[in-house]
């Protein structure tokens, strides 16, 4: 059993540590936050004992665990992997697992110089049952093109529109549409249709700069593919794979809970099944999986997926003038 520690104190991280524990193969054994009272509150609310601290040194030093989940604001994920990796330890990073090409070779590098060491990031869509199913028709069809949607207002917009700075809406902490929720599109679209040649980003800023809503164009050798990201409106409009005359609409491709493939003169069927009650079972036991059987040819299959990943992202951002303080 893996002995688990969290970088992160909020819902996310009690989403991951309920789906570890239930999955059977975590024991959560250690917390870190900068301020003892958080430690010891989410010990007490997902009911486990573990070492508790607020140095973050002392934690990595620690022989409390040996895997750690990072769920810090988006800035500090990379620093924080590096560090974790250095330490002898696997590594959990929510998305997006850094914020930029600078800070990319920066883990790259210290997890070649670790080899034995796993560094997953938590892009858990990847792992569930209906995104594999999508995945398999966009691998057995010809693609002509696809619009892919994930706008949802944050409840943190309404303090920045009150003057407030939330994490998620600043470039100092590495926030924005596309880091935030652009990273599943993107994810979704490297995973089903491949690397694109070219990728352009158009942002709405808002006045500090940042990227309230957004639209990525994928350039394929046969076919284009759009990608919006917002969070300052919400959408309900549903995501569309086309394929010749068929169109495959799936409902949210960060999590699909409805496949229909539209065919002329034929009525759509449902093929999406259930989905988990928690959303990240599937991935926790992948990583678990993983770790225990020492399969390196998955852990390295999943970094060179993330590193198509943020090279597009980034590479995208910076050209549409969003600049990060890891860009420099």
């Known amino acids: ?14 989403q991951f540590v309920d789906a570890a524990t239930n999955s059977g193969e975590y024991q959560l054994t250690a917390v870190y936050s900068r301020h003892a009272e958080s430690a010891q509150k989410f010990a007490d609310e997902v009911g486990h004992k573990a070492a508790l601290f607020t140095d973050l040194d002392v934690f990595f030093a620690s022989d409390t665990f040996d895997t750690v989940y990072i769920a810090s604001p988006n800035i500090m994920h990379a620093d924080q992997t590096i560090a974790a990796v250095n330490a002898g330890k696997n590594v959990i990073v929510e998305k997006p697992m850094v914020a930029g090409l600078n800070q990319l070779d920066a883990v790259l590098a210290a997890q070649k110089a670790h080899p034995d060491v796993f560094v997953f990031e938590a892009a858990r869509h990847l792992y569930e049952a209906n995104f594999a199913k999508v995945s398999e028709y966009t691998h057995s069809h010809k693609i002509s093109g696809a619009t892919l949607t994930y706008m949802k207002y944050s409840s943190r917009y309404d303090a920045f529109l009150e003057g407030k700075t939330p994490n998620v809406f600043t470039t100092k902490f590495a926030g924005g549409a596309l880091m935030d929720l652009g990273v599943y599109l993107v994810y979704a679209a490297l995973s089903w249709f491949g690397v694109p040649d070219k990728a352009t980003y158009v942002p709405s800023k ?35 794979i086309y394929s010749g005359k068929d169109t495959l609409v799936i409902d949210a491709p960060e999590s699909i809970s409805s496949i229909k493939l539209y065919q002329p003169d034929t009525k759509p069927q449902e093929s999406a099944g259930k989905q988990d009650k928690n959303p990240m079972i599937r991935e926790a036991k992948f990583f678990a999986d993983a770790i225990n059987t020492k399969d390196y040819a998955a852990r390295d299959a999943k970094l060179e997926l993330a590193k198509q990943v943020h090279t597009v992202i980034s590479t995208a951002r910076v050209a549409a003038g969003i600049v990060f303080p890891s860009d420099k």
């Open 1 to 14: 059993m893996l002995k688990l520690g969290i970088i992160g104190t909020n819902w996310i991280t009690q």
């Open 206 to 240: 808002l006045p500090n700069g940042i990227d309230g809503t957004g639209v990525m164009h994928l350039d394929y050798p046969d076919f284009g593919v759009n990608l919006t990201a917002g969070k300052t409106t919400q959408s309900y409009l549903p995501s569309e």
